[in-house]
């Protein structure tokens, strides 16, 4: 199927290719406002801050700015949201801003996967991964998301990637090399998609599909700023991807796992007619 095919809507698409763009979520207004508030945020005191934090994330984001909540989480969001899952959304809160961070090729599977979870393969009611970027997402300057249209139905083929043991190391190094790498290969095979998305626009995807963070050609002429948010269905998949990544040790997990979302995550979530597990 064409990734650019404009018959298909965002539900077709997010089934058969593992992504789907929304447009015109919010107005320029809204994008401006809310770069505004995330300069400020990384511009203040550090001492305000978590000790979870980082130069490129901030937790507890909407505690800290509960206006912000308010824009991201609007009537069109939840509508989108509705339209790709239906009723009885279950929402895994992300209260964190990310900060010209620039992840490589994985699947936001491969480290529960690794461990031994593996309840989302074959999962058929999707988990979303829904995600609002402040800038336009243009190849040239990294803005967004860069995707292989239906990994999601594949077995992961980063797992041997992102093991750290010697034999692996070794084996990496010499598919370096060699130029035969799984990163390597979809990069020269030119497998990958540029969501051609705009600040106003809301990029989702099923968190099964191959994806990366949209790579600058040159110095982006803006910071780039993203916040992620990921929906479901009460599944099993759902449950184990959650206490998986509540359990994992980076520091931005460990936010996660010791603190409670903030009480404006609950007000948009009940007018919303959402459940939150915080």
Not at 28 to 44: H, Q
Not at 143 to 150: K, R, S
Not at 155 to 170: A, G, I
């Amino acid at each position: 199927m064409n990734p650019h095919a404009s018959s298909s809507t965002p539900y077709t698409t997010i089934r058969e290719q593992g992504w789907a763009l929304l447009k015109n979520v919010y107005t320029p207004e809204d994008i401006r406002r809310c770069r505004k508030i995330l300069d400020e945020l990384f511009a203040a005191d550090n001492t305000l801050r978590s000790p979870f934090d980082s130069d490129h994330i901030i937790n507890d984001l909407y505690r800290h700015r509960p206006e912000l909540a308010k824009i991201i989480f609007n009537k069109k969001y939840f509508a989108a949201v509705a339209e790709l899952i239906g009723d009885r959304i279950v929402w895994l809160p992300e209260c964190a801003i990310h900060r010209d961070r620039y992840a490589k090729w994985h699947k936001d599977t491969t480290e529960q996967e690794l461990g031994g979870v593996s309840s989302h393969i074959g999962e058929e009611a999707p988990m979303l991964q829904v995600s609002t970027y402040f800038q336009n997402y243009t190849p040239e300057e990294g803005g967004g998301i860069t995707v292989v249209p239906g990994s999601h139905h594949l077995p992961d083929r980063f797992l041997s990637m992102y093991k750290f043991d010697l034999l692996s190391r070794v084996r990496r190094k010499i598919q370096r090399s060699l130029g035969h790498t799984v990163f390597q290969k979809i990069e020269k095979n030119r497998e990958y998609f540029d969501l051609p998305g705009k600040a106003t626009d809301l990029a989702v995807f099923d968190i099964r599909t191959e994806h990366r963070a949209s790579t600058p050609l040159h110095k982006p002429a803006q910071i780039k700023y993203a916040v992620f948010n990921t929906f479901g269905k009460n599944t099993l998949a759902l449950k184990e991807y959650y206490e998986f990544m509540k359990n994992r040790p980076e520091p931005y997990y460990q936010f996660y796992k010791n603190f409670a979302a903030p009480p404006i995550i609950y007000e948009i979530a009940e007018e919303f007619a959402v459940e939150v597990w915080p």
